[in-house]
Protein backbone atom coordinates (compact mmCIF):
# COMPACT_ATOMS: atom_id res chain seq x y z
CA UNK A 1 0.00 0.00 0.00
CA UNK A 2 2.69 1.98 0.63
CA UNK A 3 4.22 1.57 -2.53
CA UNK A 4 1.05 2.47 -4.31
CA UNK A 5 0.45 5.87 -2.18
CA UNK A 6 4.41 6.65 -3.49
CA UNK A 7 3.70 5.85 -6.92
CA UNK A 8 0.94 7.69 -7.26
CA UNK A 9 2.22 10.97 -5.48
CA UNK A 10 5.10 10.58 -7.77
CA UNK A 11 2.92 10.50 -11.03
CA UNK A 12 0.72 12.83 -9.91
CA UNK A 13 3.90 15.26 -9.88
CA UNK A 14 5.20 14.73 -13.28
CA UNK A 15 2.58 17.62 -14.61
CA UNK A 16 3.95 19.58 -12.41
CA UNK A 17 7.60 19.15 -12.90
CA UNK A 18 6.44 18.96 -16.73
CA UNK A 19 5.03 22.60 -16.69
CA UNK A 20 7.86 23.94 -14.49
CA UNK A 21 10.26 22.95 -16.76
CA UNK A 22 8.35 24.63 -19.76
CA UNK A 23 7.82 27.58 -18.09
CA UNK A 24 11.43 27.83 -17.79
CA UNK A 25 12.09 26.86 -21.31
CA UNK A 26 9.38 29.40 -22.61
CA UNK A 27 11.90 31.67 -20.73
CA UNK A 28 14.91 30.97 -22.22
CA UNK A 29 13.21 30.97 -26.30
CA UNK A 30 11.82 34.53 -25.36
CA UNK A 31 15.05 35.72 -23.91
CA UNK A 32 17.21 34.47 -26.88
CA UNK A 33 14.92 35.47 -29.11
CA UNK A 34 14.23 38.59 -27.96
CA UNK A 35 18.22 39.36 -27.93
CA UNK A 36 18.89 40.43 -31.13
CA UNK A 37 23.35 41.59 -31.93
CA UNK A 38 22.89 42.73 -35.29
CA UNK A 39 24.19 46.49 -35.54
CA UNK A 40 21.46 48.86 -35.58
CA UNK A 41 21.33 51.46 -38.76
CA UNK A 42 20.83 54.69 -37.06
CA UNK A 43 17.96 56.85 -38.98
CA UNK A 44 19.48 59.99 -40.77
CA UNK A 45 18.86 62.73 -38.57
CA UNK A 46 18.84 66.13 -40.04
CA UNK A 47 18.77 69.99 -38.33
CA UNK A 48 15.27 70.90 -37.38
CA UNK A 49 15.85 74.06 -39.64
CA UNK A 50 15.78 71.42 -42.65
CA UNK A 51 12.34 72.04 -44.54
CA UNK A 52 9.92 69.27 -44.73
CA UNK A 53 9.28 69.10 -48.54
CA UNK A 54 7.38 67.11 -50.69
CA UNK A 55 9.90 66.98 -53.25
CA UNK A 56 8.37 69.17 -55.69
CA UNK A 57 11.70 71.25 -56.32
CA UNK A 58 9.92 73.55 -58.47
CA UNK A 59 7.39 74.29 -56.20
CA UNK A 60 10.17 74.48 -53.18
CA UNK A 61 12.44 77.13 -55.23
CA UNK A 62 9.42 79.25 -55.67
CA UNK A 63 8.45 79.12 -51.94
CA UNK A 64 12.14 80.20 -51.33
CA UNK A 65 12.09 82.94 -53.57
CA UNK A 66 8.64 84.09 -52.41
CA UNK A 67 10.05 84.35 -48.74
CA UNK A 68 12.89 86.77 -50.05
CA UNK A 69 15.62 83.73 -50.33
CA UNK A 70 18.25 83.12 -52.90
CA UNK A 71 16.84 79.55 -53.49
CA UNK A 72 17.42 76.01 -52.40
CA UNK A 73 19.96 73.86 -51.50
CA UNK A 74 19.45 70.15 -51.99
CA UNK A 75 21.46 67.90 -49.32
CA UNK A 76 22.04 64.65 -50.48
CA UNK A 77 23.11 62.08 -47.89
CA UNK A 78 22.99 58.64 -46.81
CA UNK A 79 23.43 56.80 -43.84
CA UNK A 80 26.56 55.89 -42.43
CA UNK A 81 28.37 58.56 -44.38
CA UNK A 82 31.02 60.01 -42.78
CA UNK A 83 31.45 62.89 -44.76
CA UNK A 84 27.16 63.73 -45.20
CA UNK A 85 28.01 63.44 -40.74
CA UNK A 86 30.34 65.76 -40.74
CA UNK A 87 28.94 68.40 -42.65
CA UNK A 88 25.61 68.34 -40.85
CA UNK A 89 27.49 68.07 -37.63
CA UNK A 90 30.71 70.42 -38.21
CA UNK A 91 30.10 72.25 -41.24
CA UNK A 92 26.27 73.38 -40.56
CA UNK A 93 26.67 73.19 -36.89
CA UNK A 94 29.05 76.59 -36.91
CA UNK A 95 26.13 79.23 -36.15
CA UNK A 96 27.79 81.85 -38.59
CA UNK A 97 27.24 79.19 -41.51
CA UNK A 98 23.91 78.03 -39.98
CA UNK A 99 22.41 81.53 -40.06
CA UNK A 100 24.00 82.40 -43.40
CA UNK A 101 22.51 79.54 -45.14
CA UNK A 102 18.83 79.63 -43.38
CA UNK A 103 18.40 83.22 -43.63
CA UNK A 104 19.69 82.60 -47.84
CA UNK A 105 18.34 79.33 -48.25
CA UNK A 106 15.36 76.33 -47.90
CA UNK A 107 17.71 73.22 -47.37
CA UNK A 108 15.89 70.08 -48.48
CA UNK A 109 17.25 66.68 -47.66
CA UNK A 110 17.30 63.58 -49.75
CA UNK A 111 18.26 60.06 -48.75
CA UNK A 112 20.39 58.91 -52.08
CA UNK A 113 18.95 55.06 -51.05
CA UNK A 114 15.34 56.22 -50.06
CA UNK A 115 12.26 55.71 -52.06
CA UNK A 116 10.61 59.26 -52.21
CA UNK A 117 10.41 60.79 -55.81
CA UNK A 118 11.61 63.70 -56.29
CA UNK A 119 10.16 66.48 -58.99
CA UNK A 120 13.10 68.39 -60.52
CA UNK A 121 12.51 72.01 -61.53
CA UNK A 122 11.83 70.85 -65.13
CA UNK A 123 9.28 68.67 -64.55
CA UNK A 124 11.30 65.30 -64.39
Request: negative net charge; charged residues 30%.
Amino acid sequence: MRKIIILVVFLLSQPLLAADQTEKDDWDDDWENAFNDQPVIPEIVYPDWFKKSFLELSEDIQEAVDNGKKGIIVYFGQKHCAYCQALIDKDFGQKDIEAYTRQNFDVIPINIWGSNEVTTPDGR
